[in-house]
């Protein structure tokens, strides 16, 4: 079983910055690509954006160029620095744990979820 638990979600006002994290315990982290998926009110959760094992990475249009995945697998952590925030980027924030080495866009693809951080961009 694998446990996965954000944090650093808050209110911002636009043009602002966070860094979110997720802790992952139980496994071992470096065996799973891993992605930041994100579901506003209404709306269904979409893809925000993955990274292999190895540290390739794949943005969402939605996001690229102002938020940037990566991972540190000696601390079992995945991150998302989110610059540029606007208020479309209002969700609340999940991450996501794969065991695969190629990393996928598509929900059904990932085995493991946490509970999500909200973030609330004011304009």
């Known amino acids: 079983q694998v446990h996965l638990a954000e944090a650093g979600g808050g209110l911002v006002q636009a043009g602002g910055s966070l860094r979110l994290s997720c802790a992952v315990s139980?496994?071992?982290?470096?065996?799973?690509?891993m992605g930041w998926f994100r579901q506003a009110p209404g709306k269904e959760r979409e893809f925000v954006a993955a990274?292999?094992?190895?540290?390739?990475?794949y943005h969402a249009d939605a996001v690229k160029g102002r938020f940037t995945i990566s991972r540190d697998n000696a601390k079992n952590t995945l991150y998302l620095q989110m610059n540029s925030l606007k208020p479309e980027d209002t969700a609340v924030y999940y991450c996501?744990?794969?065991?695969?080495?190629?990393?996928?866009?598509?929900?059904?693809?990932?085995?493991?979820w946490g509970q999500g951080t909200q973030v609330t961009v004011s304009s």
């Open positions: 139980g496994r071992t982290f470096s065996s799973y690509a």
């Open positions: 990274i292999t094992r190895n540290g390739g990475t």
């Open positions: 996501a744990a794969d065991y695969s080495w190629s990393l996928s866009i598509t929900q059904h693809e990932y085995d493991y």
